[in-house]
């Protein structure tokens, strides 16, 4: 057993669905009811979040990738499936798909990027001050963090109250993220760098960037698409953090076009 919590819905093709950091499955319901029912919908709530424990032993995106693929396969053995990550459930993908898994078809990634932080050689990524800072905001007041960071997330986005509203309801109605998961989702993102793996990555993918992101930029999203072999890189114009919140009708076409492609 894993130990995580899933959700299956809906009929059709398989699409597991990993959400961002500090949030949970009922962040999928707006883009859930937009799909309308076209896709089987497997939705996780990663380690620590949601009504998922926190297991130590799941603390690296390698672990963690360990027991989600797991879960899914105790769900769908060896039969195809495609994989939609968002944020830091988008770096958990990647980790996933660059081992080249049985049964992965396809790929769709919002807010995603091979490497979070920024370097010398990567311009597009946060300074390395931001996640200290959220490091040090969970130490001192967690649940005040975890709300400043999504009011981020939503900055410039069209609708952006009510995305908030989206945002803020999925965490009320099933489960705060706890302290521990919170930090090792940091971890991950401080710690991850899959830039050198992008150019053998065959799967098809669908990367989706919003416009006004603050906290992964576009041109981070648009490097990643252009270093996949297989990728196609869209900008979501007026939206933030949470393009699939935003503009939910228009991210669901595109995925059912280039899912059902």
Sequence with gaps: MTGLYVEARGEGPAL????????NVRVWDPLAEALGGRFRLI???????????????RATARRQVEGIRAAVASLLGHNPYALLGW?????????WASARPQGLERLVLFAATPRFTSAPDWPYGAPEER???????????????????????????TSGEAVLAQLRAALFAHGEASAQALAAGLDILRETDLRTGMGDMDTPALVVA????????????????????RARYVEIRRAAHAP????????????????ES
């Design 210 to 229: 919003g416009q006004y992101d603050r906290v992964v930029l576009p041109a981070a999203s648009r490097a990643l698409a252009e270093a996949m072999p």
């Design 244 to 259: 699939f919140l935003s503009h939910a009708s228009e991210i669901a076409g595109l995925m059912t076009e280039f899912l």
């Design 87 to 95: 944020s830091l459930g988008a770096e958990l993908a990647l980790e």
């Design 16 to 23: 597991v669905l990993l959400h961002g950091w500090g949030l």
């Design 43 to 57: 939705a996780l709530d990663l380690p620590g979040h949601g009504h998922s424990p926190w297991q130590p032993a």
């Design 131 to 157: 996640l200290e800072r959220l490091a040090q905001g969970l130490r001192s007041d967690y649940r005040r963090t975890v709300s400043d960071f999504l009011e981020l997330q939503v900055r410039g986005s």
